[in-house]
């Protein structure tokens, strides 16, 4: 069969051939169609219902473009990169965020399960998925068991560890396919434009250089200011779109629904909720196939249902989440201050005093804290066009300095309701 082309707002036609299309198909894939990109962000940004598909599928073509590069600079180095290279690097990157649950990250952040990465571990390796078993038909168990070791990076010591260990960055590092793919979707769905880069010349930027027995990536210092201009991007984008005050608040306003349902299970009063999400909510064993279940759609549906429940808090908070309403005062001052204030207004009606305003359900307190760039295992890793040597990224910008990298821009809001303060305790709310 021939190929099969995908027209993409972001990088035009994407072309896959035939396996790639037989695993699209699959319902584990598919299953991304139904869960936004950048969680419950369409609350601020009202065009940014993007899909984690359309990310997967774009980091796949991201991944082709890389490999393209890599395959020459791999070769003057004596590495042949073989076909079956090329396709564990395609798929591992189509592949990346299969495991991811319903309103992405925050997912982790209310039920504190594994990770997504670790998810899309278990989906890969069930005999019982539709992905397990395709990936086998079409490329064998020994690819299935390399895809494995690439994707969670535990390919030491064997004969191709050098290739894996490139295929391993560009899946997963601070210049990934992933980054580079979501950096670009997520500028044009918000629109905010200071997330926009030019990946052509970035992905011209690479090189590659043998250290010792070790392959590494690097940028040639002569595109300083292309790697900075996509560093600078991710800084804009998490400051102004991935960490916005809003959609910290509507995230916090989920985890509060959650936890408010925990306690209403825990106390064997009755409410709707679906086996699958009774055992997430309870921690209890979830099977990979009840996981498979959860989408947006599926959380959505519930917290619709549970706008009927007899439980006022949890019927305040689901409208709250569900009709964009923050909670309705802002306060100037620190929570230690405010928690005496309140404690003073509850002893005056003779109601036990909080102790914890974390704890509390008409309480939010949002953070933002943004990193400019991280030396980590994963550095950055830039050329000397001087000496021919590689120096952290921190070492050789100006911009991304230290002194700069090693700063934090860091702001907290903190949010109170008083129509939920006078639900739960019977009292009027006046600061």
């Known amino acids: 069969m021939g190929s099969f082309i995908i027209r993409d707002v972001i990088h035009g036609d994407i072309e896959f ?48 473009k890389l ?18 290279d090329k396709q564990l690097a395609y798929v591992a990157a189509l592949l990346h965020d299969i495991g991811h649950g319903a309103f992405s990250h925050t997912f982790e952040k209310i039920f504190s399960l594994k990770s997504h990465e670790a998810w899309t571990m278990s989906i890969i390796k069930d005999k019982n998925t539709h992905i397990h078993k395709k990936i086998i038909k079409l490329y064998g168990k020994a690819f299935l068991q390399k895809l494995i070791d690439v994707m969670s990076k535990s390919y030491k010591n064997q004969e191709s560890s050098n290739i894996f260990s490139i295929i391993a960055t560009l899946v997963s590092s601070q210049t990934d396919a992933d980054r580079m793919d979501y950096l670009l979707r997520d500028s044009y769905f918000t629109s905010v434009t200071n997330g926009r880069y030019d990946i052509e010349r970035l992905i011209k930027s690479f ?25 600078l991007a991710r800084y804009f984008m998490h400051k102004e779109v991935y960490q916005h005050t809003t959609k910290r608040h509507m995230e916090i306003c989920l985890c509060l629904i959650f936890k408010r349902v925990k306690e209403i299970l825990e106390s064997k009063t009755k409410i709707f909720c679906d086996d699958a999400l009774k055992n997430l909510i309870l921690k209890k064993n979830i099977t990979v196939s009840d996981y498979l279940k959860t989408d947006d759609s599926y959380f959505m549906y519930h917290i ?17 989440f569900l009709n964009r309403e923050q909670f309705d005062i802002e306060v100037s001052y620190d929570e230690d201050m ?14 036990q005093e909080i102790k914890d305003l974390n704890n509390e359900y008409f309480y939010i307190e949002t953070q933002k804290q ?20 590689l120096y952290d990224l921190s070492q050789k910008s100006l911009i991304i300095n230290r002194e700069n990298a090693i700063k934090d ?11 939920l303060f006078k639900i739960i305790y019977g009292i009027d709310l006046k600061l």
């Open 338 to 351: 405010l928690k005496d204030k309140i404690n003073k207004l509850l002893k005056k009606h003779n109601k």
């Open 370 to 389: 943004v990193n400019l760039y991280v030396s980590s295992t994963e550095n950055i890793w830039i050329k000397s066009k001087d000496d021919d040597k």
């Open 207 to 231: 090189g590659v250089t043998q250290i010792n027995s070790e392959l590494r990536i690097y940028i040639n210092e002569k595109y300083m200011s292309t790697l900075e201009e996509y560093v």
């Open 17 to 64: 051939d035939d396996k790639i299309k037989q695993i699209l198909n699959c319902p584990e894939f598919q299953r991304l169609h139904r869960i936004h990109q950048l969680s419950c962000e369409y609350l601020v940004f009202p065009t940014a219902t993007h899909t984690r598909f359309s990310h997967s599928i774009g980091t796949y073509h991201v991944m082709k």
């Open 67 to 84: 490999i393209e590069h890599f395959t020459v600079k791999l070769e003057e180095k004596g590495y042949k990169v073989k076909k079956e």
């Open 304 to 320: 619709m249902a549970w706008t009927k429940s007899k439980d006022d808090i949890l019927v305040f908070l689901c409208n709250c």
């Open 409 to 419: 821009y860091s702001s907290k809001n903190i949010f109170i309701s008083g129509t």
